[in-house]
């Protein structure tokens, strides 16, 4: 649910930093709500909640999104009508130093230029709450460690001259959905080199293999238990596996088809 609520939540985004110069508070509030409702069921969900769905989901709810929206344009209204929006999940590809033919990919969520930056606007749900100013300390602070964000440091910076990478944290909350804060992160250039060597290196490692190593540190995480644990819990070895695994199936991953991410090296060369 936090993942179906967050891409939700991106959808509402998306319309919101691409419609502000366009509509009032409240009517950009009801289209963005319109666009977490369409990708919401597109999910696979029902906007008709009943009682036990409500108490299932918690604050990940479209009421609660709703809610949380009209504080989001309310508190974010200057920077909304005052910014140039120059790219909406824009995908990009750059390449990897020492490295053939590998590219590290991604989507930025929003390209902006305000107050005379380039900046990577990067939005997130979370629903660490804290009493005193909403967001938890160790929340905030552990984005300026997150591989994630270097990377789009290092490709928004290739690709627009990024600045900085501005996390958009939004608090999902039963009864508090007015918690809103901009964490900017940036890192000079020799933080950026380390965690390029860093993920040359785990790319090294994983193509040797030709698989992913065994992490029980990960096998529980966050959001639930790794989705293999069934087959690491009953084969010593999973590349030799023979066949797919009963309950499993094969889905080609494919990002530079699915971002068309061709055209933009092509484009590049």
Same mark, same amino acid.
């Given at each position: 649910?936090?993942?179906?609520?967050?891409?939700c939540?991106?959808?509402?985004?998306?319309?919101?930093?691409?419609?502000?110069?366009?509509?009032?508070?409240?009517?950009?509030?009801?289209?963005?709500?319109l666009?977490?409702?369409?990708?919401?069921?597109?999910?696979?969900?029902?906007?008709?909640?009943?009682?036990?769905?409500?108490?299932?989901?918690?604050?990940?709810?479209?009421?609660?999104?709703?809610?949380?929206?009209?504080?989001?344009?309310?508190?974010?209204?200057?920077?909304?009508?005052?910014?140039?929006?120059?790219?909406?999940?824009?995908?990009?590809?750059?390449?990897?130093?020492?490295?053939?033919?590998?590219?590290?990919?991604?989507?930025?969520?929003?390209?902006?230029?305000?107050?005379?930056?380039?900046?990577?606007?990067?939005?997130?749900? $979370?629903?660490?709450?804290?009493?005193?100013?909403?967001f938890? $300390?160790?929340?905030?602070?552990?984005?300026?460690?997150?591989?994630?964000?270097?990377?789009?440091?290092?490709?928004?910076?290739?690709?627009?001259?990024?600045?900085?990478?501005?996390?958009?944290a939004?608090?999902?909350?039963?009864?508090?959905?007015?918690?809103?804060?901009?964490?900017?992160?940036?890192?000079?250039?020799?933080?950026?080199?380390?965690?390029? $060597?860093?993920?040359v290196?785990?790319?090294?490692?994983?193509?040797?293999?030709?698989?992913?190593?065994?992490?029980?540190?990960?096998?529980?995480?966050?959001?639930?238990?790794?989705?293999?644990?069934?087959?690491?819990?009953?084969?010593?070895?999973?590349?030799?596996?023979?066949?797919?695994?009963?309950?499993?199936?094969?889905?080609?991953?494919?990002?530079?088809?699915?971002?068309?991410?061709?055209?933009?090296?092509?484009?590049?060369?």
């Amino acid at each position: 649910m936090p993942l179906i609520f967050g891409s939700c939540w991106h959808s509402a985004m998306d319309t919101v930093w691409g419609n502000a110069n366009s509509f009032n508070q409240t009517d950009l509030r009801k289209f963005a709500t319109l666009k977490f409702l369409e990708k919401w069921e597109e999910e696979g969900m029902s906007a008709e909640l009943t009682l036990e769905d409500i108490e299932k989901l918690e604050a990940r709810t479209p009421s609660v999104a709703e809610e949380m929206l009209a504080h989001y344009i309310e508190q974010r209204w200057q920077i909304l009508t005052h910014c140039e929006v120059v790219a909406i999940e824009q995908p990009f590809a750059v390449p990897l130093p020492g490295l053939t033919d590998t590219w590290y990919v991604g989507k930025l969520d929003k390209v902006i230029k305000y107050n005379g930056q380039t900046l990577i606007i990067e939005h997130k749900t $979370t629903s660490d709450y804290k009493v005193d100013g909403g967001f938890k $300390t160790a929340y905030i602070e552990s984005w300026d460690s997150h591989g994630q964000i270097k990377g789009y440091e290092y490709g928004g910076s290739l690709y627009y001259g990024a600045d900085q990478v501005w996390v958009d944290a939004a608090l999902v909350h039963k009864k508090v959905h007015d918690k809103f804060r901009f964490i900017p992160v940036s890192h000079q250039r020799g933080m950026l080199d380390e965690w390029i $060597t860093g993920t040359v290196d785990w790319i090294t490692k994983i193509e040797s293999d030709k698989l992913f190593s065994k992490n029980e540190e990960s096998c529980f995480r966050k959001f639930g238990p790794c989705e293999f644990l069934d087959i690491c819990r009953h084969c010593p070895e999973p590349k030799n596996l023979e066949g797919v695994p009963e309950g499993y199936k094969v889905e080609p991953w494919s990002p530079f088809e699915t971002l068309g991410l061709d055209k933009l090296i092509n484009a590049g060369e």
